[in-house]
């Protein structure tokens, strides 16, 4: 039975790798899986993804 409410005991990213990104065609994007830990173990919630040059806002970068 699952629980109704899952119990989070930390959270953690992985080691950021790079990617390829599909706009700008070339391999300046990142990605960074996201890991939970809770009391039933350890899942994996997703991976983010970030380009340098074509999300310049998530790297604080203007332009
Ligand atoms: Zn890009």
New binding site residues.
């Given amino acids: 039975m699952a629980a109704d409410r899952i119990h989070i005991v930390d959270c953690a990213a992985g080691t950021p790798r790079p990617d390829w990104?599909?706009?700008?065609?070339?391999s300046?994007?990142l990605l960074v899986e996201l890991h939970v830990l809770t009391a039933e173990g350890v899942s994996t919630l997703g991976t983010v993804r970030g380009?340098?040059?074509?999300?310049p806002h998530l790297f604080n970068r203007k332009g």
């Fill in positions: 990104c599909d706009r700008c065609q070339t300046a994007a380009c340098s040059r074509c999300d």
